[in-house]
Nanobody, 124 residues
Framework: VQLQASGGGLVQAGGSLRLSCSAS????????MGWFRRAPRKARGFVAA????????YYGDSVKGRFTISRDNAKNTVYLQMNSLKPEDTAVYYC??????????????????WGQGTQVTVSS
């Protein structure tokens, strides 16, 4: 599975961005997907995850109620809608995929495939 993340940019605090992750490969619509982020001088951390069917979603505590993960399997694309952005959301955001038809994962080590990352910068 090959992953391409896009949609990052510079936004003011309180604003919104939508990240997209386009997947290609034979089973890309059957992979549970996740978003992680790495802030400056911090380890990469979990943001959100979605099951392969899209029926189950999971969020890190710091983004609950502000971010929404979704997927369009017809387009092999996963989205991360980010609202009410804060300066502490500034990070490189990575999308990742788990093996086909597996459960959703909350840990970085559960993911086999990674995109290249997209920078999100939130100014105060």
């Amino acid at each position: 599975v090959q992953l391409q993340a896009s949609g990052g940019g510079l936004v003011q605090a309180g604003g919104s961005l939508r990240l997209s992750c386009s997947a290609s490969g034979r089973t890309s619509s059957s992979n549970p997907m996740g978003w992680f982020r790495r802030a400056p001088r911090k380890a990469r951390g979990f943001v959100a995850a979605i099951s392969w069917s899209g029926g189950d979603t999971y969020y890190g505590d710091s983004v609950k109620g502000r971010f929404t993960i979704s997927r369009d399997n017809a387009k092999n694309t996963v989205y991360l809608q980010m609202n009410s952005l804060k300066p502490e959301d500034t990070a490189v955001y990575y999308c990742a995929a788990r093996p086909p038809f597996s459960g959703a994962g909350l840990q970085e080590g559960a993911y086999n495939y990674w995109g290249q990352g997209t920078q999100v910068t939130v100014s105060s």
